[in-house]
């Protein structure tokens, strides 16, 4: 594995099961005991009933583009120069929430919204691993 220059993740309380969950190829989302909720990034308190309540269970992986852009313009450029383009999406989980991640293996002028995705696994430095989305083949 090559030196990972890009910027990493900092594995604070509330996030380091989720980042815990990717290192074992799990994508991870918090859900409420009481509502049944999910959430995404993993918060303390239910948005939607106060409750402190929850769980850490595996997403099924899959969703939807919601939004995307395609970056051409690389900056830092001596960081993410023979990247480009590359494209940063807003991804709609089958569970109910949007999470912010790379799509690849992915022509950009292919993308379109509500293009099935599913979770893949980058790991990028023997401590972290991070996801990422590709299409949905078929």
């Avoid at 991870?28 to 269970?57: E, I, M, N």
């Avoid at 960081?79 to 383009?85: D, G, K, T």
């Amino acid at each position: 594995m090559n030196a990972y220059n890009k910027p990493l993740p900092y594995l604070d309380p509330e996030s380091r099961p989720f980042w815990e969950g990717a290192k074992a190829h799990k994508l991870l989302l918090v859900q409420c005991r009481s509502c049944k909720t999910h959430r995404f990034p993993p918060t303390t308190f239910c948005a939607k009933c106060s409750s402190g309540d929850y769980d850490w269970v595996e997403a099924k992986g899959t969703g939807k583009i919601f939004s995307w852009i395609v970056v051409r313009h690389p900056v830092p450029k001596e960081v993410y120069a023979a990247e480009v383009p590359y494209i940063v999406a807003l991804v709609a989980l089958d569970e109910g929430v949007r999470m912010t991640s790379n799509i690849i293996d992915c022509k950009p002028e292919d993308v379109t919204a509500d293009m099935r995705v599913s979770v893949t696994f980058r790991d990028v430095t023997p401590e972290i691993t991070l996801p990422a989305f590709k299409p949905v083949k078929g």
